[in-house]
């Protein structure tokens, strides 16, 4: 993500703007500021890059452009020495034309390096010629500013014009107002028919009004009164809550009105989730780098591998470190693309793919072979794990090798030298690429992630765990050995920086995984003195790739293992969850985040409070966590101040423009839209790029977002905001079916290799079972032989046991017990936790 470039834009650009159009202009009494927009006089002072020529023609300055550009800058029209005034508003206006039609840059900025940017617009040249005017206020006094039109980029050659050029001081600022559609907000993708069903009522009214929920064909079927919540402070809005929960009827096209209004269309069905939990899932297929999207897995996404050396692109199999950092390189293709653009890391790779790999290890029954229609699907293991294999390969990748300074450590990132624009299909990128110094956070994030992926693939692929576990410890040990190794604040061109100067939860991270996969002393020892594994973790804000305290405390909380206080660890979660459900209910529009300020990624953090409320909710069963967490998915699906879903595709309005440089369909039509299923940032009060700073100064915290690709501090799309909506929403497509009964497994006996085991099923419900299934996974690599009492089948590390003829059935009280014989080629081999009978977990 994008947040490397904050610090570089934030420094001056702090103003208002918005596009007014062309016929209505803004009164500008100032003095003119360009000289020759007309283009009587020829074209000087207008200058061009060397690969365009000016000319005049029909009283318009016109330029062919050439093609095969990879950036916007790389063609420029300009005019130098415009002055400025703090604190002014400005009219900007031109015509322009494209033949054929294209999408270039209009700025207003900074001559010489950083190049910042006052104003930015993205105006479309069409054939027959359009119109725009802007305003815009200065944030600073310049004598020597710039209006540049940047034209490149382009695959094609163009020919383009302007005319009627004009800066004048002396305007209205424009205010912008977005969009929100009907005041009455509901989740657009739909409700659940037994879960809770809220909706937010914008209005100035402070009494109760009625309500009614009306089916498709407009019959009203249910009726109601508001509840006044007062004004939100995220919003600025009064609002109302609608409670239609006891409505439970499945159908389509259902709507809310009230208020004189009424609401976009939902629907109400019990798979609402699952095509959501898919396609977050399949979002990682087309960030792949190092190999062809094929466009017959993901129509209208197929592009040639980026970064494998082929021209343009200088590849990543043999990257070099920035000058002075090492004397080798490495073979780093693969893995994903981290967010918009070209960059890969460790830290945020990190949590992305473990976030991945903790949904598959909550329900591993859950995930298939063939189910994201990937390039390895039909290998028998289930596709959510080839998929997190592209990002684990990578991050082994960086580990610094054998006899060189820092080995063992992991490099923090790889990305090109120099910022690119947009739109950049990654085959095209020219830049060079290079390896950034080591850092303790990536390596603990390796660390972590490859002692998770040990025990994971330990099933499917003994080698591939093996090798993970080695890297693992080797990068603890790395770890312990360079404990405060940082990166650099200031490393932030052509990539993020991502540093952290406090890697104690990341060391607390690590060390849990390592002890859930190995149970070895040393590790439950470092997790038992980390004042993480006692402190409160459970920030308002939520928990991130810089916070990942969290992600130890959620593992040792609910994956089998033998820390002697586990039950506390357990009973923690709870207390974090109940933090955020007392915010979720106190919040008019039922957030459990309710911060003053909306954070980078607000999204994303929304969605992790949420993970905290789901993982409560199997550790108690409890109905109160499962409702937070389908009520906290309505904020994302539009029942927000914005009254639209952060998800593409889901949702009659929804975002469809997250900054991408090659999901850039609004810069190129040729392109296509980010995939149904990816994640917009959110709102973030920061708002530190240009657009968002034109548009939403002074925003309240949930209308700090517009959905524009060069919003990237609001709009952004990142692989560590995609996996928790992926990890959410199989939890919510998790139908969550309870059953009345109770499993007593109990290990006979062990020897080296092997071990027996006996489970007893007993019915504690009213009802008799007539022939039974239970089903329960195993940590890692163990495997079911001989079998008594049940016939017992595997796949991968889920084991399923059937009944006999003669003890299938279970009334009220009886009891089933049958044993196994089993084989364990490495500790630990705790007892499984979690059993479903006939489908249904048991309670």
Same mark, same amino acid.
Request: hydrophobic share 35%; with cysteine.
């Given at each position: ?438 850092? #303790? +956070? =990536?390596?603990?994030?390796? @660390? !972590?992630?490859? $002692? ?6 330990? %099933?499917? *692929? ?7 576990? #080695? +890297? =693992?410890?080797?990068?603890? @040990? !790395?770890?312990? $050995? ?6 650099? %604040?200031? *490393? ?18 690590? $060390? ?332």
């Amino acid at each position: 993500m994008t947040r490397r470039r904050a610090a570089l834009l934030a420094l001056l650009t702090t103003f208002a703007l918005s596009a007014v159009p062309a016929t209505a202009h803004a009164a500008d009494e100032g003095p003119e500021q360009i000289v020759n927009g007309t283009f009587d006089d020829g074209t000087a002072p207008w200058w061009g890059t060397e690969n365009v020529t000016l000319a005049v023609d029909d009283g318009r300055l016109c330029a062919d452009i050439p093609g095969g550009t990879a950036n916007p800058w790389d063609v420029i029209i300009g005019q130098n020495d415009i002055p400025l005034v703090a604190g002014e508003t400005y009219a900007f206006r031109f015509s322009g034309s494209g033949t054929p039609a294209k999408v270039g840059k209009a700025l207003i900025q900074l001559p010489v390096d950083p190049w910042t940017q006052y104003f930015a617009a993205n105006p479309e040249f069409g054939v027959s010629g359009n119109e725009y005017s802007y305003t815009f206020t200065a944030p600073v006094s310049l004598p020597d500013a710039q209006v540049v039109f940047q034209l490149g980029g382009s695959a094609e050659p163009w020919r383009f014009c302007m005319d009627d050029v004009s800066l004048r001081g002396g305007a209205e600022p424009e205010e912008y107002v977005p969009d929100t559609g009907p005041r009455v907000r509901v989740n657009m993708v739909g409700y659940l028919p037994d879960g809770p069903k809220k909706a937010t009522l914008v209005t100035s009214e402070t009494q109760p009004l009625e309500w009614e929920l009306k089916n498709d064909d407009g019959r009203t079927v249910a009726r109601g009164r508001t509840v006044p919540r007062g004004e939100d402070a995220s919003s600025g809005q009064n609002v109302h809550t609608l409670d239609f929960g006891a409505y439970r009827k499945e159908g389509t096209g259902y709507t809310l009105s009230a208020d004189g209004e009424t609401s976009r269309p939902f629907d109400i069905k019990k798979d609402l989730y699952d095509e959501l939990r898919t396609d977050a899932l399949k979002f990682y297929y087309p960030q792949r780098s190092g190999i062809e999207i094929l466009d017959s897995l993901r129509p209208g996404y197929g592009r040639p591998a980026g970064h494998v050396g082929v021209a343009p692109n200088q590849g990543d199999m043999e990257v070099p470190c920035q000058p002075g950092v090492c004397d080798y390189t490495l073979n780093v293709k693969g893995g994903w693309y981290d967010a918009g653009d070209h960059g890969k890391y460790v830290v945020n790779g990190g949590i992305s793919v473990h976030q991945l790999m903790s949904a598959y290890e909550r329900n591993k029954a859950a995930f298939t072979d063939g189910q994201l229609e990937i390039p390895e699907s039909g290998n028998g293991r289930p596709d959510i794990l080839d998929e997190a294999r592209w990002e684990l390969e990578f991050l082994l990748s960086m580990q610094v090798p054998d006899g060189k300074p820092f080995a063992g450590m992991a490099h923090h990132k790889i990305h090109d030298r120099e910022w690119t624009g947009l739109p950049l299909l990654p085959h095209l990128d020219p830049q060079p690429r290079e390896l950034h110094p080591p850092s #303790t +956070a =990536a390596t603990l994030n390796l @660390a !972590a992630t490859a $002692a998770q992926a040990a025990r994971l693939f330990a %099933p499917y *692929d003994a080698e591939f765990a093996e090798k993970s576990l #080695t +890297a =693992a410890r080797k990068a603890w @040990a !790395a770890a312990k $050995a360079n404990p405060d190794t940082y990166a650099d %604040p200031d *490393d932030g061109v052509g990539g993020g920086a991502y540093n952290d100067d406090d890697v104690t939860d990341e060391f607390y991270w690590a $060390a849990a995984e390592l002890f859930i996969t190995t149970g070895e002393k040393e590790f439950q020892d470092f997790v038992l003195a980390s004042p993480h594994h006692t402190g409160d973790i459970w920030r308002d804000r939520g928990f991130d790739w810089g916070n990942t305290a969290q992600l130890g405390r959620l593992e040792l909380a609910t994956v089998p293992n033998a820390l002697p206080d586990r039950e506390r660890v357990r009973q923690s979660v709870v207390e974090g969850a109940e933090k955020y459900l007392a915010i979720q209910r106190a919040h008019p529009y039922g957030i459990p985040y309710d911060v003053p300020d909306y954070d980078w990624g607000s999204n994303n953090l929304i969605l992790n409070n949420l993970v905290v409320l789901a993982t409560a909710y199997d550790l108690t069963g409890e109905e109160k966590y499962r409702a937070a967490v389908r009520e906290g998915m309505d904020y994302i699906l539009g029942r927000n101040a914005l009254n639209q879903s952060y998800v593409t595709g889901y949702g009659e309005v929804a975002s469809k423009n997250q900054h991408s440089r090659w999901y850039a369909r609004q810069l190129n039509p040729d392109l296509p839209h980010p995939p149904r299923g990816t994640l917009a940032g959110g709102p973030n009060s920061s708002i530190q790029d240009p657009i968002a700073q034109r548009l939403l100064k002074g925003c309240k915290p949930q209308f700090c977002y517009i959905d524009d690709i060069e919003s990237w501090s609001t709009n952004e799309l990142t692989i560590n905001w995609n996996s928790p909506l992926a990890w959410v929403s199989a939890f919510l497509a998790d139908r969550g079916e309870r059953s009345d009964c109770r499993v007593r497994y109990s290990a006979h006996g062990a020897w080296p290799g092997g071990f027996t085991a006996q489970i007893v099923i007993e019915n504690a419900g009213k009802k008799a079972v007539d022939g039974w299934e239970l089903r329960w996974s195993f940590l890692a690599g163990q495997r079911v032989g001989h079998a008594w009492g049940a016939a017992i089948s595997q796949s991968g590390s889920v084991v399923t046991a059937r009944s006999t003829d003669w003890n299938g059935r279970l009334k009220p009280g009886d009891v089933a017990t049958f044993g196994f014989n089993g084989t364990n080629p490495s500790e630990p081999n705790p007892a499984p936790e979690v059993f479903h009978l006939n489908g249904a977990r048991c309670r």
